[in-house]
C-alpha cells in the first residue's frame, strides 16, 4: 500500500448542460425502517452535488451553473449549512477536506482541524482531584472549545483551486440569513434532544426555542441577520477578518466568559492557526481499487484501509449483504484496525504515527489470521506493525453528533470530498455573532496517563488537533480513473459507515444509494458489536450472539453522502471525463436517515 498521492490521467474537456435525471435503484432496496426518508438514486451527466440540506444542495448546483469549481461549490455550501444546519457544521468548527484534480489527477488532503489553546495543559479535562469531568459538563462552556479551521481550510484550498470571486461564495447564506428559512424536521429533532443549557442560554434559548422552553416548530422562518453580517465581513474581508480583529475578539470574550466552564483562548491563539495540507493515504484494495483518505490527525482514512486491508484476505464478495456471516467478518475486521487506531495514531505533528506500517499488506494479512469465521474474538489486541513504538493506549471514544459530510465533482472532473464538525451537536452551545461554537477539544484522551506514567497519544497539549475519524473517500479504478467520492458524520462510527459503503459497492457491485441503505454495525475496542435498530441487520443478534458476540441493537444515526461516476471509460478518452461523462454521467445517493439529497446538471 502507498501512501503518496496518486498523480492520474487528465480528464478531457467540459461539455453542454444537460438535465438532471432521477431513477429507482437497479438492484432491490433494501428494506427501510420507520422515520427514514427513502432516497432514489440521483444521475445527472455534467455536474453533481450531495449534501445534507436540500437549500445547501441548491446552493452548490448554482454555483457550478455560474462556473464554478468543486472547491467554489463546497465554500458556498458549508456557509449555507452554518446556517441551516447549525447542529452540525459552521464556522466556529473544523473540517477535513480531499480533492481531486481533473486535468492533471492529483490527490490532495488540506487539515482544518481545530488546535488546542497555548495555555491548555493535559489536566484540561480533570477535576481538582485528578478525576474525569464528566462528559456533558466538559462540553458545554468555553473549556471545549477549540481554535476553528473551517475558514482558514476554505482560505487554503480557494487560493488554489477556486475560481468565482470569493465574497460571491458567501453570498447565498447571507442572503439566506437575512430572508429567512423553513426549520427543518431534523433540526427539530436535534432540539428535542438538546441538553438545557441550549434552551437556557440567553442567546441560543431565544433563537432556537419559544418562550415554553419548546422548540419552534417544523417549519418556522429562521432570520439571522447577525450570521449574515458576520459573512458579509468575511466575504469582504477574508479570513483574517475572522482569526483577527473584532469578531476574534468576540469569539474569546465568549469563550473565557463562561460562568462555571470558562476556556483558556486568547486572541494569539486565533491569529495562529494554520490550515495544514496533509498527505494523502492511499491503498490498494483487491488488486483492483486505489482507495485514499485522510490522513492524522484523522484516523479514518487509515483505519478504514487497515479494515480493507484485512477482508481482502477473506471471499467477502461471496457472502451476501446484512447477514450473519457478513456482519461478524467486517465487525472482527474493525475490532483489529480500531485496536490499533486506539494505541498509535494522533497528531503526527506531537507523535509518530506508523501508518506505512498500519496498512502494509504482509501486516494485515498476518492480522486476518487472528479472525475466526466461527467465533469472535472478543476484546481485540493491538499489533505490532514496523515504524514507530506505541505511547499508549486511548481510552473511551466520544459521542459525537455535529457533523456533516458533502461531495462534489464539477464540468471539469474535479472533486471534493469533505467532513465538517462542531464535535457535538450544537457544539459548545456557545453562539457568538450568529454562529456555534465547537467543543472539539472533548475528541482529547480526558486521562492523560496510566499509573505507571506512560503517556496517552491523544492527550491535550497546547495547538494539538484531537484525533478525529472524518473520512472523506476518493476510489480509483484499475487504470487510476476516479469511480467514487464519499464520506459521512458519526464520530468514532464514521470508519464503520464508510467501510460499509465501499464494500456495498466494490465487493457487492450494488448501486451507491443501495450500499448507503445498508444497515450500520460495526465494532471497536470492546466485545460488543453494535446493530441499528430497525434496519435490514436488526435481527442478526441471535446467530451473533452464538458466534460469541456481545450485541447491542441500537440507533446508529448515520450521514452517508456518495458519488460514483457510470463507466466503462471509452478507451478513446484518457478517463472518466468529456465524452464519457456525456453518455454516462454520475450516480448520486444520500442517507436516508438524513435530509439530504444528490442533484446537479
Known amino acids: 500500500m502507498m501512501r503518496t498521492p496518486y498523480l492520474l490521467k487528465p480528464l478531457a474537456a467540459a461539455f453542454g448542460l444537460l438535465i438532471c435525471l432521477q431513477a429507482a435503484a437497479d438492484t432491490a432496496t433494501p428494506e427501510l425502517p420507520s422515520g427514514w426518508t427513502p432516497k432514489t438514486i ?27 469549481t468543486a472547491v467554489d461549490a463546497s465554500i458556498a455550501i458549508q456557509m449555507v449549512l452554518n446556517l441551516v444546519e447549525p447542529q452540525s457544521s459552521g464556522i ?69 483551486k477556486g475560481r468565482l470571486p470569493w465574497a460571491k461564495l458567501f453570498q447565498p447564506a447571507i442572503d439566506l440569513a437575512e430572508k429567512g428559512f423553513a426549520l427543518s424536521p431534523r433540526l427539530y429533532a436535534a432540539l428535542l434532544g438538546a441538553d438545557a443549557p441550549l434552551k437556557t442560554d440567553p442567546v441560543t434559548g431565544p433563537y432556537f426555542y419559544q418562550a415554553d422552553g419548546t422548540p419552534k416548530p417544523v417549519g418556522t422562518i429562521i432570520k439571522n441577520p447577525e450570521l449574515a453580517n458576520t459573512l458579509r465581513i468575511i466575504a469582504a474581508n ?33 491569529a495562529a492557526y494554520k490550515s495544514v495540507k496533509r498527505t494523502p493515504v492511499c491503498g490498494k484494495y483487491r488488486d483492483k481499487w486505489t482507495i485514499c483518505g ?90 505490532k506493525p514496523v515504524g514507530c513504538e506505541p505511547v499508549k493506549q ?48 472533548t475528541d482529547f484522551n480526558f486521562t492523560p496517563s496510566n499509573a505507571d506514567g506512560s503517556l496517552a497519544a491523544n492527550r491535550v497539549q497546547p495547538f494539538k488537533r484531537p484525533r478525529s475519524s472524518m473520512a472523506p473517500t476518493l476510489v480509483f479504478d484499475e487504470k487510476f480513473r476516479l469511480y467514487a467520492a464519499l464520506g459521512s458524520p458519526g464520530g468514532s462510527q464514521i470508519i464503520q459507515y464508510v467501510t460499509k459503503t465501499l464494500v456495498g459497492i466494490l465487493d457487492w457491485k450494488l448501486n451507491i444509494q443501495d450500499a448507503i441503505n445498508l444497515g450500520n454495525f ?52 484518457s478517463g472518466f471525463g468529456g465524452a464519457v461523462r456525456a453518455l454516462h454521467g454520475f450516480a448520486g445517493g444520500a442517507d436516508p436517515r438524513r435530509e439530504g439529497i444528490a442533484a446537479g446538471h
Open 42 to 68: 440521483t444521475y445527472t451527466k455534467k455536474d453533481m452535488v450531495a449534501a445534507a440540506n436540500p437549500l445547501a444542495v441548491q446552493t452548490g448546483v448554482d454555483i457550478l451553473a455560474q462556473g464554478g
Open 92 to 160: 466556529g468548527g473544523g473540517a477535513f477536506m480531499l480533492t481531486y484534480d481533473g486535468k492533471s489527477g492529483k490527490v490532495e488532503s488540506y487539515d482544518g482541524r481545530e488546535f488546542a489553546p497555548g495555555k491548555a495543559t493535559e489536566r484540561l479535562f480533570l477535576d481538582a482531584q485528578g478525576k474525569e469531568m464528566d462528559f456533558r459538563t466538559a462540553v458545554v462552556g468555553g473549556r471545549s472549545v477549540g481554535i476553528p479551521g473551517v475558514l482558514r481550510l476554505d482560505e487554503l484550498v480557494y487560493k488554489e
Open 238 to 270: 477574508g479570513a483574517d477578518a475572522f482569526y483577527t480583529g473584532a469578531i476574534a475578539q468576540d469569539i474569546v470574550a465568549k469563550v473565557k466568559a463562561h460562568p462555571s466552564n470558562p476556556g483558556l483562548m486568547e486572541l494569539s491563539d486565533l
Open 294 to 383: 485522510m490522513g492524522m490527525p484523522s484516523s479514518g482514512g487509515t483505519t478504514v484501509l487497515q479494515t480493507l486491508g484485512i477482508l481482502q484476505n477473506f471471499d467477502l464478495p461471496s457472502l451476501k449483504p446484512d447477514t450473519a456471516p457478513a456482519v461478524h467478518l467486517i465487525s472482527e475486521a474493525f475490532r483489529l484496525a480500531y485496536a490499533d487506531r486506539a494505541l498509535y495514531e494522533a497528531d503526527p505533528d506531537f507523535i509518530c504515527v506508523p501508518v506505512a506500517g498500519l496498512i502494509d499488506p504482509t501486516y494485515l494479512a498476518g492480522r486476518a489470521k487472528l479472525i475466526n469465521l466461527g467465533k469472535s474474538m472478543g476484546v481485540p489486541t493491538p499489533g
Open 394 to 441: 486511548a481510552m473511551g471514544e466520544s459521542e459525537e453528533h455535529g457533523t456533516t459530510h458533502m461531495v462534489i465533482i464539477d464540468a471539469e472532473g474535479n472533486a471534493v470530498t469533505m467532513t465538517t464538525t462542531v464535535e457535538s451537536a450544537f457544539g459548545s452551545y456557545q453562539m457568538v455573532r450568529g454562529f456555534l461554537l465547537n467543543n472539539q477539544l
Open 522 to 573: 460495526g465494532a471497536a475496542t470492546s466485545a460488543t458489536t453494535i446493530l441499528e435498530s430497525g434496519s435490514s441487520v436488526r435481527n442478526l443478534g441471535p446467530e451473533l450472539t452464538a458466534l460469541g458476540h456481545k450485541v447491542s441493537v441500537i440507533d446508529i444515526n448515520s450521514g452517508i453522502h456518495g458519488i460514483t461516476l457510470l463507466g466503462p471509460a471509452d478507451p478513446a478518452t
